[in-house]
T-cell receptor
Framework: DAGITQSPRHKVTETGTPVTLRCHQT?????MYWYRQDPGHGLRLIHY???????DKGEVSDGYSVSRSKTEDFLLTLESATSSQTSVYFC??????????????FGPGTRLTVT | DAKTTQPTSMDCAEGRAANLPCNHS???????VYWYRQIHSQGPQYIIH???NNETNEMASLIITEDRKSSTLILPHATLRDTAVYYC?????????????FGAGTILRVKS
């Protein structure tokens, strides 16, 4: 599982409240990613990080912000949650395979419901 | 970004080979094809990837056409545990690093 944990695993919150999701890794990987997955769809990239304090936007970044103050933690914040942000959120890290190529390893996901 | 097109669903008999097709006609020359699968609501799991050549590992084989516009994932002896959503993905370059562009995937049902 590449040592990835996400917290919380489930959360229900009200529209307009701030929410922070945490991704934690134990293997010192440089790249970390946040995706969201909606019913019937594949994953879509929200933000990613290429090092401490280095982040960039993905394809669906509106309404989300991220922070990475240390290698092991990548935080995703919804400043003011909306119902359209109800989704399953997956964190991923980029790990090197034995043949020198790369793959992304995914965490177990956080199911967020905004009422 | 390059897009992928896959069948919505497929069935396969247990013990038989499962052949999952994918079209990626707009893929660029330096973009890799990756396959992941997702079982229930777990995080996606890496299966295999390739650029131009066919690839094989302990899980599957990947056949890429010479023009790179399509590929096929082959699970040689499907089991019930292979029932999952299979994603054909193009890895594209970003300003820093790469990203995986997911499509909607194929639901593979392996039946006994």
């Amino acid at each position: 599982d590449a040592g990835i944990t996400q917290s919380p695993r489930h959360k229900v919150t009200e529209t307009g409240t701030p929410v922070t999701l945490r991704c934690h890794q134990t293997e010192n990987h440089r790249y970390m990613y946040w995706y969201r997955q909606d019913p019937g769809h594949g994953l879509r990239l929200i933000h990613y990080s290429y090092g401490v304090k280095d982040t960039d936007k993905g394809e669906v970044s509106d309404g989300y912000s991220v922070s990475r103050s240390k290698t092991e933690d990548f935080l995703l914040t919804l400043e003011s949650a909306t119902s359209s942000q109800t989704s399953v959120y997956f964190c991923a890290i980029r790990g090197e395979r034995h043949d020198g190529s790369y793959e992304q390893y995914f965490g177990p996901g956080t199911r967020l419901t905004v009422t | 970004d390059a897009k992928t097109t896959q069948p919505t669903s497929m069935d396969c008999a247990e013990g038989r080979a499962a052949n999952l097709p994918c079209n990626h006609s707009t893929i660029s020359g330096n973009e890799y094809v990756y396959w992941y699968r997702q079982i229930h609501s777990q995080g996606p799991q890496y299966i295999i990837h390739g650029l131009k050549n066919n690839e094989t590992n302990e899980m599957a084989s990947l056949i890429i056409t010479e023009d790179r516009k399509s590929s096929t994932l082959i699970l040689p002896h499907a089991t019930l545990r292979d029932t999952a959503v299979y994603y054909c993905i193009v890895r594209v370059a970003m300003e820093y690093g790469n990203k995986l562009v997911f499509g909607a995937g194929t639901i593979l049902r392996v039946k006994s």
